[in-house]
Structures are given as structure tokens and as C-alpha cells.
């Protein structure tokens, strides 16, 4: 097996939330991978003289469609992951912030999403791919539930 060489990369994503009758709902983005939706956190590179609260809220606001205003950090989580066309090891960090809800709508999600809705909090931690983002969710539910009581 060849030596790939490592570069490291930088996310920021969030979680926005919003209660209705006493729900906490959620936004996910679905994006299709080998014929199947993928439900994932809204989440982009960090840019050149962005902290990466700002990259959060831009792409909250690009990828799912909807704006909010910043509670708090949750966390980070890391993986591994390579790029085959690049030829490239990629050890990443995604920071995420948990956002209350302003305004927007998921149906004017980005056109690289194939979908974005709101989830109930409970069926968004059934339904998503990736286990770190998905402790994101778990953290983000307590603190929603401290925040709102
Ligand atoms: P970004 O949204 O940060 O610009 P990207 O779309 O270029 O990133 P990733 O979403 O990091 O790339 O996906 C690259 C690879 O890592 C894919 O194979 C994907 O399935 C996998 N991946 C994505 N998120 C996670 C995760 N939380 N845990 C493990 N693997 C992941």
C-alpha cells in the first residue's frame, strides 16, 4: 500500500434548533451517497480570516437555508478520510455551535444538497450517518433542554 501523504483541514458547522409545541426540531442536510440519502450536519471548510463561529453560521445559512443566532460551542470532533483524486490523507477537525433559530427555510438549501428539513430532535439522532456528529446532536439536546428547561 502506497504512503499517502497527510494534510490537515479545518471544518465549522452547526446545529440550529427551534421548539414548537414543545418539540425541539432540527435542521439536517441530506446528500446523496451510492444511491442513498446521507442525513449530516451543515458544515464547510474554514476560510482565510474566519473564526470559525462565522464559518458555522455561513454555512448553516448556505447548505440549509436557515439563519440563527449563537448559543454556545458544543465541541469538535475529528476523522480520517482520504482523498483519492488528490492522492491525499486528510486528518480533519470540525468545530460546531449550536444556533437558535431566526429565520429561513430549509427548502432553499444549497443545489449541492439534495435535501434539508427540519428533524425532531430524537429522529434526527436515529436517522444520522456519521457517530461524532451525532454525539454533537446528543450534547446539543442537553444543552437545549438546560437553556429552555
Ligand atoms: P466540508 O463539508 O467540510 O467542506 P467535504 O464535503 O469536502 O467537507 P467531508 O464531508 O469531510 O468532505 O467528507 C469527506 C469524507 O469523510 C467522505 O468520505 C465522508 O463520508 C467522510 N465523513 C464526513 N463526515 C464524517 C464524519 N463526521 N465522520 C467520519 N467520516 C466522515
Redesign the pocket.
Known amino acids: 500500500m502506497k504512503k499517502l501523504p497527510i494534510k490537515r ?1 479545518e ?1 465549522s458547522g452547526g446545529i440550529v434548533f427551534k421548539k414548537e409545541d414543545g418539540d425541539i426540531l432540527v435542521a439536517l442536510v441530506g446528500v446523496e ?1 451510492k444511491g442513498k440519502i ?1 442525513w ?1 450536519l451543515p ?3 474554514v476560510e482565510k480570516g474566519e473564526r470559525p463561529e462565522e464559518t458555522a453560521y455561513r454555512e448553516v445559512k448556505e447548505e440549509a437555508g436557515v439563519t440563527g443566532t449563537l448559543v454556545d460551542k458544543i465541541g469538535d ?1 475529528t ?1 480520517w ?1 482520504v482523498d483519492r483524486e488528490k492522492g491525499v490523507r486528510y486528518h ?1 477537525i ?1 468545530h460546531f455551535y449550536l444556533f437558535k433559530y431566526s429565520e429561513g427555510s430549509p427548502e432553499n438549501h444549497d443545489w449541492e444538497i439534495n435535501e434539508a428539513r427540519w428533524f425532531l430532535i430524537e429522529e434526527a439522532i436515529k436517522v444520522m450517518e ?4 451525532r454525539d454533537m446532536m446528543i450534547r446539543a439536546k442537553e444543552m437545549i433542554e438546560k437553556l429552555c428547561g
Open positions: 483541514a471544518s451517497r446521507v449530516a458544515k464547510g471548510l470532533i476523522y478520510y480533519k470540525v456519521y457517530p461524532g456528529e
